[in-house]
């Protein structure tokens, strides 16, 4: 039996982002692309293996032409947001296997620029076929899912309006210290509150911003380290699990894959929830963030109100730092927003992350050494958590 080789993240990058206007998907693949390339010190060359989704009728074929690649390893993996952290996961595991040395995985779009030139519309429905057609014909629109889940936690648990509020007031807190940040701007629990209603409970700040931009992370075999010009990030755990498509098939609103998904993540890095010094969570919605500290661990059932609570996800002085470049909510989600994830996680490990930089709570005060990373795709339909070390 061939030994497993071990896998680091060698390579990441953000495309131009926010606002957008004079550039296509493709040209954002591209441009994420060769930065993460140049990022890492690795030539076109050494790229063997390719993921991307979202973009063609043939994804991910049309999307390696356009960048020059011809891919021995694909993959075209399609659930949501948590795509990527689910891409990472396959790509890991090809490479320990020897089926690939280095995969890139890039996404771009133009999402905010789309809906101002009139290419498209706010996206309200994901079809109407399928399981689906039960619930589209009653409004149930996408938002709408996330706000009847976060209202049941509310129900069942106390959870307060002022406490999801917390989550969109200590994101934008995070993107202040970020200069690639859409929204810099400190708002108060108050202004959250205040705001128009999208969907009850949520009012807009308690939901991400429409963006423009494209990211690009480099794995590689532990063979290909030494030849790159940044510190690895090794690749330790991850999981990833699906849960529903109907919600009449959702067992329990405030319960989220990554409930599966970040259990069998920690298991196979062999490291618990209370040894990582940051999180990079998905946050479409304010209540994905609470609810997956939850189920990643970092609290107990019902106690994600509580959690977020007197600044606990800031980078300066919070106790979990969450979201550190301002997240969804503030930064940029230009749909599919699970690679920005990754590529925070690892430049936050690499101590790159300027103004915003983790130091650990506990031990000297240095560079953080772990670094958990959960998307989630649909209205909590999918998760993958990965767990990074340095």
Known sequence: MVARRKVAVVGVALSD??????????????????????DAGLDRSLVDGFASTGLGALAPVEVAEYLGLRPTWVDSTSVGGSTWEVMAAHAADAIA???????????????????????RTGTLSFGTRGPLQFEV????????????????????????????????????ANAALNPEAMFRT??????????????????????CVRSDGGAAVLLAAEEYVPDCRTAPVWVLGSGEYVSHAAMSEWADFTVSPAAV?????????????????????YDAFTYMTLVTLEDL????????????????????????????????LSAQHPGMR?????????????????????????GDGGLPRLGVVSGTGGWFCSSGTVVLGV
């Open 17 to 38: 982002c926010g606002r957008v206007a004079d550039a296509t998907p493709y040209a954002l693949h591209a441009q994420a692309a060769r930065r993460a390339l140049a």
């Open 97 to 119: 296997a020897g089926h690939a040395r280095v995969v890139l995985l890039a996404y771009g779009s133009t999402a905010r620029a789309d809906v101002r030139a009139g290419r």
């Open 137 to 172: 014909p009653y409004g149930h629109t996408l938002i709408a899912k996330y706000a009847m889940a976060a209202r049941r936690h509310m129900i069942d648990y106390g959870t307060t309006i002022e406490q999801l509020a917390e989550v969109a007031v200590q994101a934008r």
């Open 186 to 207: 400190p708002v108060t629990v108050d202004e959250v509150l205040t705001g128009p209603v999208i969907a009850d409970p949520f009012t807009k700040l308690h939901c």
């Open 261 to 281: 998904s970040g259990r069998l993540a920690f298991e196979r890095a062999g490291v618990r929830p209370d040894e990582m010094d940051f999180a990079e969570i």
């Open 297 to 328: 661990g970092f609290c107990g059932k019902g106690e994600g109100g509580a959690f977020v609570e007197k600044g606990r996800l800031r980078v300066e002085g919070g106790g979990l730092p969450v979201n550190t470049d301002g997240g969804g």
């Open 338 to 362: 699970g690679l920005f994830l990754l590529v925070e996680a690892v430049r936050q490990l690499r101590g790159e992350g300027g103004e915003r930089q983790v130091r650990r709570r506990r």
